[in-house]
């Protein structure tokens, strides 16, 4: 077995090992979001509320890695599966998700210093997606005062955008990051370590001593704050420029919701089929 670890070298490493995990989790992250596209969305106060993905899923799986490609891997899911699949994908518009989720995830990693203790993990899990949500706040109030996008504001006090798009943003981090999140993780993630690692020829992450935040943590909490502003710049020009590539048959609006069961099925086929084809080679070697 390779044990993974946590320090930066190996964080950006890629091997067998790491393109099964950025594939399980790509297809896992890619399942359940296209699963709650199918739920309504629902009104609170006058603001419209997703439920968002059941985000405990990929809380679980992506907490049992700490490299690059295990974070990288949520936003390509939903790229994939909630973009490209269905036919509503624009480049540039994908950047966004690519930057805040990606590094929003790869800081929480680093302040990972007991990963047996399930509290510990279902709380940073929260903390990656309040991130997510901050992040999406800043550069939505911003498309607004440039001018590329119209957003809920009363006319003579534009400020009130800060506060309306505040309040949709902690709605999310309340429903996706506690309710389909941090708590469903308490549940599962437990259940999960130290079994799916040996399926893709890993040991589980040991702990570490020292403090939560390392000058690791810096570094990436750093690139997060710089790169905001490039996610931000991306996300106008999609606005403005049209998504530079784009691939637009629109699946869903041509044949019904029925079609968003054409990438669930994709997905499920991906991550269930790459467990038990693992599951085969394992007990193959145990034999």
Not at 91 to 111: D, Y
Request: charged share 15%; net charge negative.
């Amino acid at each position: 077995m390779v044990t993974t670890s946590n320090n930066s070298s190996s964080a950006f490493s890629f091997d067998h090992r790491d393109m099964m995990a950025f594939i399980l989790v790509m297809s896992l992250h890619g399942l359940q979001s296209m699963i709650t596209e199918l739920l309504p969305e629902f009104s609170i106060g006058g603001l419209g509320v997703s439920i968002g993905p059941f985000w405990f899923v990929a809380m679980s799986v992506v907490l049992l890695f700490r490299s690059f490609w295990a974070c990288l891997a949520i936003p390509v899911g939903g790229i994939v599966f909630g973009e490209i699949l269905i036919g509503d994908f624009s480049a540039l518009g994908a950047v966004e998700g690519l930057i805040v989720v990606t590094l929003s995830w790869f800081f929480v990693m680093s302040l990972i210093t007991d990963p047996k203790d399930v509290k510990q993990i279902a709380a940073l899990g929260f903390l990656a997606k309040a991130m997510e949500e901050t992040a999406a706040w800043f550069i939505d109030v911003g498309k607004f005062y440039i001018g590329v996008e119209e957003l809920e504001a009363i006319s003579w006090l534009p400020e009130t955008v800060w506060a309306t798009e505040g309040i949709g943003a902690l709605l999310q981090i309340i429903i996706a990051g506690v309710i389909f999140g941090a708590i469903p993780t308490l549940f599962l993630y437990p259940r999960l370590r130290g079994k799916i690692e040996p399926l893709l020829g890993m040991s589980p992450i040991e702990g570490r001593d020292g403090p939560m935040f390392t000058r690791t943590s810096l570094k990436r909490l750093i690139a997060w704050v710089a790169l905001i502003p490039v996610a931000f710049a991306f996300e106008t020009l999609s606005e403005t420029s049209g998504g530079l590539i784009t691939f637009t048959p629109e699946f869903v609006e041509t044949y019904g919701q029925a079609f968003l069961f054409v990438p669930i099925a994709i997905a499920a086929v991906i991550s269930f089929g790459l467990v038990a084809y693992r599951q085969r080679k394992v007990d193959g070697l145990q034999d």
